[in-house]
């Protein structure tokens, strides 16, 4: 990711000279010593004095040596976020998940996720399943769960589970003591549009083409998904 520069000059100011930091680098010393007058001369300055003892920092190599010591700093410690990142030990994670998931059984997920990756913060935001999946193709979650039929090429589903469909009523509903309904018989009781209290509202008419579709099997593909 960096030059080898950097690593060459910081070892060879500390070992105070070019073949002790060819040893330790474990490259040659003219690779070392090349490295070093290429710069030089790219510079217009000297950055080492050598004597037969060795070499040492000019005033202008010493302004080079805090340079390439603080990038190295730097680049150490964005390598050790990039892997607690990586292996989750900090960090932070968008999740857009659709309602029922969000105040059900999300929570009782992120309280065992607390306990195992406490320095992680999250944020959720509730949506309409087909912004689930474009938030999350466009990276503005990073997880998204909701019921999908038609995937994105930009995402990935990680994790695909059938959830079955319920349907609540009125207790002195015709079908309030039925244990199973068949999509037929709900989708002709819908249509109809009939009630038997008249003043209660007209139920829209399903579209039955569409529901039959998505859900031939009684159930609903809950997918959790990334990018």
């Known amino acids: 990711m960096h030059s ?18 060819s040893a330790v680098l474990n490259v040659s010393s003219t690779t070392v010593n090349r490295k070093i007058i290429s ?7 000297r950055l080492f004095e050598r004597t037969p003892e060795g070499v040492t920092l000019t005033d202008a190599g010493a302004i080079v040596l805090e340079h390439c010591r603080k990038t190295l700093q730097d680049y150490e410690r964005t390598r050790t976020m990039l892997d607690d990142i990586r292996d989750l030990r900090s960090g932070h994670l968008n999740i857009a998940a659709i309602d029922s998931v969000t105040y059900g059984l999300l929570p009782r997920i992120l ?33 998204g769960i909701t019921f999908t039929f038609d995937l994105h090429p930009n995402v ?3 994790s695909d589970k059938t959830a079955p469909i ?50 031939r099997s009684g159930h609903s593909p809950l997918r959790a998904t990334d990018a």
């Open 4 to 21: 080898n520069f950097l690593r060459y000059f910081d070892e060879v100011a500390r070992q105070g000279s070019i073949r002790k930091a």
């Open 39 to 45: 710069t030089e001369n790219e510079m217009g300055v």
């Open 111 to 143: 309280l065992d996720f607390n306990r195992i990756y406490p320095q992680v913060t999250y944020s959720i935001t509730t949506a309409q399943p087909d912004e689930i999946i474009t938030a999350v193709a466009g990276g503005i979650a990073d997880i």
């Open 156 to 158: 990935r589903v990680i």
């Open 166 to 215: 319920g349907i609540i009523m009125r207790s002195d509903h015709p079908f309030a003591g039925r244990t199973n309904l068949a999509i037929e018989e709900l989708s002709r009781h819908l249509a109809r549009g009939k009630t038997d209290d008249p003043g209660r509202p007209r139920p829209r008419p399903l579209h039955q083409d569409r529901f039959h579709r998505r859900n």
